[in-house]
């Protein structure tokens, strides 16, 4: 039992870590939300050019979306005339690192390796959504601009939502993944034996290629990757090599890849992927090479963890434990009462969705019903389909083009 013992301890010891920051993130995130609602940043996406990649390039770093959720968003975009580089680069920024992930990489790996990782995603959406520009100029438009009544709220409005907006699309699509990750991060760094990643053959280019190979097909959110990062590094596995994993893992998954492939074509698929890979083993090597210069003990905080008092961050902790814990009750009762609600209703309607994937995904259809008038709104993520009241039947074309519109398809 000595090593449950140890496990447990790690684990703690994590999520202790990561709790304080991870509530600063989603502060920034909320902020975010409030000044710049969806509907300003589709406004500057629309043309082939520099201007266009780049803007959706800064405007998807710090957003908090994980690799399934920024797809419906990035659709959503897309409908509404954004280029096909404008797209590939937000698909590919937003998930790589936001500004929750980014202040977990600060209190785990150090403001260095934040850094480091900020500059990949804007180096990897620059160059990938100006090739896909370049390239596929001549290819005819296929994008219609689908009209939007989503964002149309006030800021008064969206303050008033700020409670909900962090609990159920910050904290609600990356809550499993992230409780996850920060548990795998405490069986590696309670089981794995420290020297592991050092006796590697191959030596750095080989956990370069094997990260690489592993994080490509694997679904991970931005923020539940870093725990997992800064275990495999204290284990022996290079800097470099784990920001190969950090950047891969959350940019890429089988699921996402067939997504972009249907929605912006093969050719600017396997830039989106060529682009990520090169960008992420460059600055990988380049990681190394600054660490091997000034040393890991500066580079890498490790000693981070004395830099807030013991009784903030145990705040932090007691804070997202209670977030956690009325997050799931609430998904629970609250999916239970609509469920006895649906039953009593003479014009509920029943609606299959393709292309829920998370809780983002969910609230994104929930919120388009609402806005087109459906009313006593259910989604159900596992059987992927949405259930409302609609008194008006006039109502339901509006209803299917919002959620069209939201980057959603209905079969």
């Known amino acids: 039992m000595d090593w449950l013992i140890l496990v447990c301890k790690e684990t703690v010891f994590f999520f202790n870590e990561v709790a304080i920051y991870l509530l600063l993130g989603f502060g920034i995130a909320a902020l975010l939300h409030l000044f710049f609602p969806e509907s300003i940043i589709r406004r500057h996406f629309g043309q082939d050019s520099f201007a266009s990649v780049f803007k959706a390039t800064l405007f998807g770093i710090p957003l908090p979306i994980c690799s399934c959720g920024v797809v419906p968003v990035a659709a959503s975009l897309r409908r509404s005339g954004a280029s096909k580089g404008a797209t590939a680069a937000f698909l590919i920024a937003t998930p790589q690192v936001g500004a929750d992930s980014f202040m977990i990489t600060y209190s785990l790996l150090g403001w260095v390796f934040g850094t480091f990782r900020i500059i990949a995603a804007l180096l990897t959406a620059l160059l990938a959504g100006i090739l896909v520009n370049l390239l596929g100029r001549n290819a005819a438009a296929d994008s219609p601009d689908t009209p939007r009544n989503a964002d149309n709220e006030t800021l008064a409005a969206r303050l008033r939502s700020l409670p909900h907006y962090i609990e159920y699309e910050l904290l609600g699509p990356i809550a499993s993944s992230l409780l996850l990750g920060i548990l795998l991060a405490g069986l590696i760094s309670a089981l794995i034996p420290n020297s592991f990643f050092s006796s590697v053959p191959g030596g750095q280019l080989t956990s370069m290629l094997l990260m690489l190979i592993i994080g490509i097909p694997l679904y991970v959110c931005a923020s539940a990757s870093t725990p997992i990062a800064a275990a495999l590094i204290l284990k022996g596995l290079s800097p470099g090599a784990a920001l190969v994993f950090l950047l891969t893992g959350p940019a890429t998954n089988a699921m996402s890849l067939a997504t972009v492939w249907k929605m912006l074509g093969r050719q600017a698929t396997l830039i989106y992927l060529a682009s990520i890979a090169g960008v992420s083993l460059a600055l990988g090597f380049a990681l190394d090479l600054v660490i091997s210069q000034y040393g890991s ?23 997202l434990i209670g977030m956690l814990s009325w997050y799931y009750a609430t998904q629970y009762w609250g999916q239970k009462s609509s469920q006895e609600q649906a039953k009593m209703s003479e014009n509920r309607v029943s609606l299959s969705v393709e292309g829920m994937t998370c809780m983002h995904c969910a609230a994104n259809v929930k919120r388009a019903v609402e806005n087109a008038g459906g009313g006593k709104v259910q989604v159900d993520l596992a059987g992927k389909k949405v259930e409302f009241d609609l008194a008006n039947p006039a109502l339901l074309k509006a209803i299917k083009a919002e959620i069209l519109s939201a980057g959603y398809e209905l079969p």
Do not use: E
């Open 297 to 319: 003990a500066d580079i890498l905080l490790t000693h981070q963890h004395t830099l807030l008092p013991a009784w903030l961050k145990l705040s932090g902790s007691a804070v």
